[in-house]
């Protein structure tokens, strides 16, 4: 078979403007979700159309892409015919022939009409069709619609399925939130580099059962709306964490929609936490402040003072990068205030991870921004002495910290020491972002590469593996997602 060069798809590429992928790819499903459609898109997804990867849609986004441009063709947008891509004409899904004596099958809310299959168009790893039409069949029917796995790792120790049904219940809800457990648990032994790829598939199953499935009690619809959010948000720091700006903007939207439509204050303040670290993250220190804003907003009635905690640290974050040292001060006076009030009931479970030394690390990297870099190494040891030990991940991200401050605070062998600790925990963690940390660390120390610790430091760090570091913007440039700070993150505003 002669392959083909991708031609880039240049007229879709113009229609996206000046919008981010991740942000143009929440409009799809926007759009999707006003003609009843469930289309999987991503950033990912995006950058496949422009780039030529992907010639034609499968139906779903045939119809979602007419739909979102009126009188437009598949060939005004830049596509290529279906004929031309396949090669012959479309195969059909028939139902099945009617059984003698029975009316035909017609489609109902219950049953739905079985769409056209295009196999050689249809992205089926990326956009999970296949799931929808699981549904389909019998309600007692039980697939592993999805699996999660570690590259690295014992396969038997990163397993998790959901079963997918009709009729949703406790064992489809229990499987959605054990994958949210999983996910953070797997991330906080390995780092997130190996596991972004295989948690987008629970995620897509978690959506799936909640477009779907039907639920018999509204305390079962809510806890599903709850984990398919907190899955969201799990699968979005995954991407955060491995340098995928774009995709992570795009899964902490996704869960703040649905904070939104459940009504649930708890999940949309965790969605503006992830998305003010994530602005701070992508050099949009204004966006983190507004966004952690709105998270204090909606974290005043769950009764959880460490939440609003780390809600102000994230607001400090913000205004770190904004030069604002003053207010940047206050709202660390706050976060601590809130602290020392200690733990309460009403602590989300995702919180396990916010004890005394990531508070430490969150202040060392507000002095950090601010350039006072003595102060941010004193910090920087102290969260690296009280870390939990089990908390791999945190214990190379607390001493990457440590070791770019300690360099920059002109305590160069101390510095190589630390960062000598960093590599011998890379070993064990994937994390594009420590990477990244450790990687600046060493530019730093690159004028001091004379003999001692800092050369060998140095030789070992240029010897270790390459990891995949995040640029500074994480990509493609986007605009901020909060225009004041308190709106859902409206796609192409």
């Known amino acids: 078979m002669v392959s083909t060069a991708a031609v880039p798809n240049l007229a879709f590429r113009q229609l996206r403007g000046q919008r981010s992928a991740g942000e143009f790819a929440a409009v799809v499903r926007r759009a999707a979700r006003e003609i009843g459609e469930q289309v999987a898109c991503d950033a990912r997804y995006i950058g496949r159309v422009e780039s030529g990867e992907i010639r034609c849609p499968n139906y779903a986004y045939e119809r979602v892409f007419l739909h979102m441009f009126p009188g437009a063709s598949l060939a005004d947008l830049g596509f290529s015919a279906r004929e031309s891509v396949r090669g012959r004409g479309a195969r059909v899904v028939s139902e099945p022939p009617p059984v003698p004596g029975q009316p035909p099958l017609t489609p109902s809310p219950s049953r739905p009409a079985l769409l056209h299959r295009d196999t050689e168009t249809d992205d089926i790893p990326e956009e999970s069709d296949v799931l929808r039409r699981v549904f389909m069949t019998s309600g007692t029917t039980t697939v592993a619609a999805a699996s999660l796995g570690l590259g690295g790792a014992p396969a038997s120790a990163a397993q998790v399925s959901l079963p997918a049904q009709r009729r949703v219940g406790e064992a489809e809800v229990n499987a959605v939130e054990k994958a949210v457990r999983q996910i953070r648990l797997l991330d906080d032994r390995h780092g997130a580099d190996g596991l972004y790829r295989r948690a987008a598939q629970p995620l897509r199953a978690a959506y799936e059962l909640l477009d779907a499935g039907t639920t018999a009690r509204r305390a079962t619809s809510d806890r599903l709306h709850a984990g398919a959010g907190e899955l969201a948000i799990s699968v979005g720091w995954l991407a955060h964490d491995s340098g995928r700006f774009d995709d992570a903007r795009s ?243």
Do not use: K
């Open 251 to 493: 899964h902490y939207a996704e869960a703040l929609a649905t904070a939104r439509l459940a009504g649930d204050a708890g999940l949309e303040a965790h969605a503006f936490c992830n998305t003010s670290f994530l602005a701070r993250d992508a050099g949009r220190p204004r966006e983190a402040v507004r966004a952690a804003e709105a998270g204090q907003r909606a974290a005043r009635t769950l009764g959880s003072p460490r939440l609003l905690a780390l809600l102000a640290l994230r607001e400090a974050g913000g205004r770190a990068g904004l030069g604002d040292r003053t207010g940047c001060d206050r709202a660390i006076g706050r976060a601590r205030a809130a602290f020392d009030r200690g733990t309460a009931a009403g602590d989300p479970e995702w919180m396990s991870f916010f004890r005394e030394a990531e508070l430490e690390l969150l202040e060392a990297q507000c002095w950090s921004a601010l350039g006072d870099w003595s102060r941010a190494a004193r910090h920087g040891r102290r969260a690296t002495a009280l870390q939990d030990a089990h908390f791999t991940r945190n214990l190379a991200l607390y001493r990457a910290q440590l070791t770019g401050d300690l360099a920059r605070a002109g305590r160069a062998d101390e510095a190589a020491a630390t960062g000598h600790q960093v590599l011998d925990l890379l070993t064990r963690v994937q994390s594009s972002r420590i990477r990244g940390m450790l990687a600046g660390a060493a530019r730093v120390l690159e004028p001091r590469a004379g003999a001692g610790p800092v050369a060998s430091f140095l030789t070992r760090h240029q010897e270790s593996p390459p990891g995949r570091h995040p640029s500074p913007s994480g990509g493609t440039p986007a605009r901020p997602a909060f225009e004041d700070g308190t709106g859902e993150h409206v796609p192409g505003c």
